[in-house]
């Protein structure tokens, strides 16, 4: 699967083999578009520790989002991925924005929700990051689409400093076993953890 091989690519820093498999997305008709390829595959990047590469590909990412036609523009399954590469490659103003919007179109949203609580926090905004996460305990959750609200929270104590506790928000939210551990590293936001003893117990292989 080209999706699995990019991401392998990229984890393993082999950037110019890299970019050939993006390339080969815009060509391929399949489930991911070639500006949703490209923003998973930064976003390993980043947690691989290559920034500057991530960078590049989030470049790639929005520059295909805005190019697009204006009726596809402006669906909001569009609008979320442009959404999710701005934050990404830390244009927070802009994606705010466009999160901010949809989240008034999907009032019940936990993920546009815990995307805004995400960025309260990275502004230094605490108790609009703490009203948010607590409010993400009453909304809606898809059973496939969507994270366990106590993984939001985690994601969102974590950007505040707040690292024993979001550990025991991730304790809890690994009790959805449909949330695996392997999976961790893709949340950037929990990155300030990697140092964290308990966070280094609680994702140490078992068995």
């Known amino acids: ?76 399954g569009h609008r979320y991925e442009l959404a999710i590469s701005m934050y990404h490659a830390g244009q927070r103003d802009e994606a705010k924005a466009l999160f901010e919007g949809l989240a008034v179109e999907f009032p019940q949203s936990s993920e546009l929700k815990g995307y805004l609580g995400a960025l309260a926090a990275s502004r230094g905004e605490r108790e609009e990051a703490l009203r948010i996460s607590s409010e993400l305990q009453s909304l809606e959750r898809h059973p496939l689409t969507s994270l366990p609200t106590p993984l939001w929270q985690a994601r969102i104590a974590a950007v505040l400093g707040e690292k024993e506790h979001a550990v025991t928000l991730l304790q809890d939210a690994m009790t959805h076993m449909e949330y695996k551990y392997y999976r961790l590293h893709t949340y950037l936001e929990l990155q300030s953890l990697q140092d964290y003893p308990p966070y280094q117990e609680l994702v140490r292989p078992k068995g």
Do not use: K
């Not at 691989?48 to 805005?66: F, K, M, N, S, T």
């Open 1 to 76: 699967m080209l999706y699995l091989e990019v991401r392998a690519l990229a984890t393993l820093g082999l950037f110019e083999e890299m970019d050939e498999r993006l390339d080969e997305c815009v060509l391929r008709v399949g489930q991911m578009t070639p500006g949703a390829m490209a923003r998973v595959t930064a976003v390993e990047l980043l947690a691989h520790g290559h920034p500057e590469a991530a960078w590049h590909v989030l470049d790639r990412a929005i520059a295909w989002y805005q190019a697009r036609p204006a009726e596809e523009a402006t669906t909001p």
